[in-house]
């Protein structure tokens, strides 16, 4: 068997037929990352009859000099549990790019080696894909720890509904009260474009790990073979300003109810209730004087936006935002109730995006988590992040410089600085023989 380069069309045709199809390994997410800084290679495995046993993409970027790694996002397309065929792949892709002056080459295969859900109560059962883990630490193959939550360049728990078993009804009752209420708002789905890429920018811009560059690129590589959603959550202020009227007419009615009350039984309890309704009627009056204001200015407000990947039969929420000002509004619950029902009867599986593997409050993303939790998701945990390692000593002082970890934290300023500091450390004595926290 040996390493061959493939055309485009050859990859994807291989690739859309692999079990581990996913989005990333596709040739359009490679022409994106070409945007990004990377160059990419479409890596093939034949057999001695030319047949196809593995294949991927491997973005590379250069570290300093003629040093060079790469990535395989979400792994390399290949039958993991043909040990024979994947020794000899990883064996032939090491010198094929140690030969090229790669220092190592990072893959992070979608394996699923455990999974939980609510009535697991959030409790990992792992399955036999455990033991790959040892298999590939066998290859002198390194696996990267995940010291933090997040650590890794894509999400090691990923939380997703299967579309097929899905029903709103079935949803905890505080979602599905939100969400009646949401509708009854008058928020609406809508389809955006290109020119909409910098509205769904400016609701997630503080919190953004990239620039609006990176999603408008995203949007257009995608949307040329209709492979990608732009959605919005929008308020028709006239629906919304007849809700907050209505509700102001029936605490209305109640206040003057609670009145006639007092009047004949002045009771603390009584006298408690009508102190509530007189509260609340005031609520419903500044409600419905924002409303007004609102109006003037605009018929409608956009709440939320979020880009949809579709790829073969998964949808992916690659990312989401919501407008600050309306957060009491829960537009984000009519976000995802939305994308659900509109997506549920074309495709199997939702991919809500990455939460952590710390499933109480004691964990910083504890909202996010509790969040994905609430839609009767079911949460994988993927096999983990690994390195290839071509050159043993280099590879040692780039961890020795924290070059590995900042470059791949998702800080590009960080980064910058890792490599200006691998490079002053060239040609420095440095113990190369010195383990990593890092890695396992």
Known sequence: MQIVELTYSQFDDYAKLHPLSNYYQTSKYALFMSSQGFEY????????????????????????????????????????????????????????YKKLNFIFIKFDPEIIIGETDKQ????????????????????????????????????????????????????????????????????????????????????MKDTAIHPLSYYRDFYNTFSKDN?????????????????????YEQEFQKNDRWNELITREPTRSNLNHKMNSDKKLQAFKDKVINATNMLRKNKQVTLAGAIIVKHLNRISIMVSGINKEFTKLNPNHFLHYAILERYKNYFSYCDLGGVTGIFDNTSKYFGLNDFKKNWNTTIYEFIGEFDIVCHEYT????????????????????????????????????????????YE
């Open 227 to 247: 492979s990608v959603d732009l959605v919005f959550v929008e308020l028709d202020m006239q629906d919304y300003l007849t809700y907050c009227k209505n509700q």
């Open 395 to 438: 590879f040692r002082r780039l961890i020795k410089t924290s070059f590995i970890e900042k470059e791949f934290n998702k800080h590009p300023i960080e980064s910058y600085e890792a490599v200006k500091t691998f490079k002053k450390e060239t040609d420095k004595d440095i113990d190369a023989d010195e383990e990593s926290p890092n």
């Open 41 to 96: 290679d479409y890596i093939g495995y034949i057999d001695e009859a030319s047949k196809i046993v593995a294949a991927t993409v491997v973005l590379k970027k250069k570290i300093t000099g003629n040093s060079y790694y790469g990535y395989a996002p979400r792994g390399f397309l290949i039958d993991y549990y043909n040990l024979n065929i994947l020794t000899s792949f990883i064996e032939d892709i090491k010198k094929h």
């Open 120 to 203: 697991r109560k959030f409790s990992i059962s792992f399955n036999g894909n455990v033991r790959l883990i040892d298999d590939l630490k066998n290859m002198k193959i390194k696996k990267r720890k995940e010291l933090q939550e997040f650590d890794f360049v894509l999400p090691k728990y990923n939380a997703y509904i299967n579309l097929k078993q899905y029903d709103a009804n079935r949803l905890c009752r505080q979602v599905r009260k939100k969400i009646r209420k949401t509708i009854k708002y008058g928020m609406r789905l809508t389809i955006g474009g290109n020119k909409d890429v910098e509205k769904l920018y400016s609701f």
